[in-house]
């Protein structure tokens, strides 16, 4: 895990203290709202409808226990005892109070993290596989170039102050579990016939009220030319970008109206045009990061662990939780343990300042000392041996952390919607939660299978609506919640935006809406299918009939 050297330090330290002075001169009146916004954006912090809100970078996903025990810390002193973790690999506390931001802020600092750039008009927080390093079908850990990222983008004086927001995304395997067709820049990592590393570049992808997906820059890039083609990219978006009109703004935007093949060869052009930037990213830098990311002192071990499977025979609940929970680590004897933050009728990515120190002391004793983030709001403890997996279970479900729907009905992602944001325009979480319950048990979960449910409250899709196999957009009516639904969105390497159903659906019938939809699969489905598998075969058509036709 990446280790901040003297400039992070520095960097951190000298922000925290200006951020202080900046509040304080707000808190005594001498700074108004209106010059305090964009200070206070810059270090995370938003005003939402109850209170402030801090939203906290977690690179690439990556947390230590000491960085888990401190957010837990946080929870507990300056919020109402939780945190949400986001579908950008963030925490959010909901409830802070702006004369403790700063100590906030000093003591995210203290344990090397901090909330800059996780707002504003700059690149935001950098993701990738919650898996990466560990799985089993990965061609290399993406997040030593992640972090070069990181360090690249961070307060860049060219890319400060962008036309719009901007996400990246990165991920080093073939089957793609970060969602890089739905950012702005997306990477895939690939390897050519001489076995050499090389980036599949897509840019102009997003969700929001124009979703896409991102279309191909460069197929193969070499990995010691990333960063100058990344800036080409930047410098394209800076110049042509339009700054009339936010909803018009993102990169996706200047991709669709000057049309795929005109925006490579504008970003080509900006490449060959500043030969001097096109010193290769120096290898020594790279290495430097890398080592910081090696393998764990993994011990030799057998595929086959008796103890566990004794322990999958004499423990049916504990054989449901590791048959959904559990995934294919790349080293024989060990597994990727999931952690749902999803409990029946528990808010989506939400974890108490208590569960966040118990993941903490089971990353500490059983996993590397490593947590891991997942844009499905859902924690990963990357490297467990399989002889420990029945302990790790056991102190998850003593602490609510032991649902087994990883993946299934219930694992649902959602924002916070209007419950807390101020941009909201219906709720998402009362949903979530009567959702969850509605299909909380564990053989029904078993028998839909895999589903993504994803759940937004605005047009602003923080909850991935549009590519949830089943995607849910909570909007105003007059006044009245309604939500709509859309069938078939998909983030993986064949991503899709899901296509809208009809007219919406008051709050009170959402259930049952999903109910009649999840039905109508099972009644048409073809023996093994999983949903999205089957909607693309059949269409929207008896979905619709299921729901309308009695209209």
């Avoid at 996400?167 to 395997?173: E, Q, R």
């Avoid at 709001?377 to 032991?402: M, R």
């Avoid at 009362?430 to 028998?447: L, W």
Wanted: proline content about 4%; aromatic content about 10%.
């Amino acid at each position: 895990m990446y280790r901040y050297d003297e400039f992070d330090h520095q960097f951190v330290g000298e922000r925290t203290a200006q951020f202080r002075d900046q509040a304080n001169r707000r808190l005594s009146g001498e700074m108004s709202e209106d010059e305090f916004r964009p200070l206070r954006l810059m270090n995370g912090l938003y005003l939402q409808l109850h209170a402030y809100m801090l939203r906290v970078a977690i690179p690439y996903g990556t947390l230590s226990s000491r960085q888990m025990r401190q957010l837990g810390m946080i929870a507990d002193k300056y919020d109402k005892g939780y945190g949400h973790f986001t579908t950008r690999q963030n925490i959010q506390y909901n409830w802070i109070k702006l004369e403790d931001a700063a100590d906030i802020l000093q003591a995210l600092a203290d344990v090397e993290m901090h909330a800059i750039q996780t707002s504003g008009n700059c690149i935001r927080n950098v993701t990738t596989d919650h898996w990466a390093g560990a799985a089993a079908d990965e061609i290399s850990d993406p997040r030593p170039v992640g972090e070069l990222i990181r360090q690249w983008s961070s307060l860049h004086p060219e890319f400060s102050f962008l036309p719009r927001k901007f996400k990246i995304a990165i991920t080093g395997a073939p089957h793609d579990r970060a969602a890089v067709k739905v950012h702005d820049i997306g990477m895939r990592l690939h390897r050519n016939d001489k076995g050499e590393a090389g980036w599949e570049v897509m840019v102009g992808g997003g969700q929001g009220r124009t979703p896409m997906i991102a279309v191909t820059v460069r197929e193969f890039l070499p990995e010691k030319e990333l960063i100058p083609y990344l800036e080409a990219i930047m410098r394209v978006y800076n110049l042509y970008g339009r700054r009339d009109n936010k909803y018009k703004a993102r990169i996706k935007i200047l991709v669709h109206e000057i049309g795929a093949e005109k925006f490579r060869s504008e970003v080509e052009a900006e490449y060959a045009r500043h030969p001097q930037q096109q010193t290769q990213v120096e290898e020594r830098e790279l290495s430097r990061i890398t080592a910081y990311f090696a393998d764990p002192k993994f011990e030799k071990l057998s595929r086959f662990n008796p103890a566990f499977e004794d322990a999958r025979r004499g423990n049916a609940a504990f054989a449901r939780w590791a048959k959904n929970n559990l995934a294919t680590h790349k080293k024989d004897g060990y597994a990727i343990v999931n952690i749902s933050l999803k409990a029946p009728g528990e808010i989506p990515g939400d974890a108490t300042g208590e569960q966040m120190r118990v993941m903490a002391d089971l990353a500490e004793r059983y996993s590397h000392d490593e947590l891991r983030v997942s844009h499905a709001q859902n924690i990963v403890l990357p490297h467990v041996k399989l002889s420990d997996v029945f302990a790790v279970w056991q102190a998850l479900s003593e602490h609510g952390l032991g649902a087994a729907n990883y993946g299934l009905a219930g694992d649902i992602i959602a924002c916070p919607g209007l419950d807390y944001c101020s941009l909201a325009t219906a709720r998402s979480i009362p949903i979530a939660q009567a959702i969850s319950r509605r299909f909380a048990d564990f053989d029904r979960e078993q028998d839909i299978g895999n589903i993504k449910i994803n759940i937004s409250g605005c047009i602003n899709a923080c909850g991935h609506h549009h590519v949830g196999h089943i995607g849910i957009l909570g909007l105003d009516k007059a006044g009245e919640e309604y939500y709509q639904i859309t069938l078939g969105g998909s983030s993986s390497e064949n991503a899709a935006i899901g296509t809208i159903l009809g007219p919406g659906f008051a709050f009170e019938d959402v259930p049952d809406v999903i109910e009649k939809i999840l039905a109508t699969y099972l009644k048409t489905r073809h023996a093994g299918e999983e949903f999205l598998a089957t909607y693309r075969r059949v269409g929207a058509k008896p979905f619709k009939e299921a729901l309308y036709a009695a209209a």
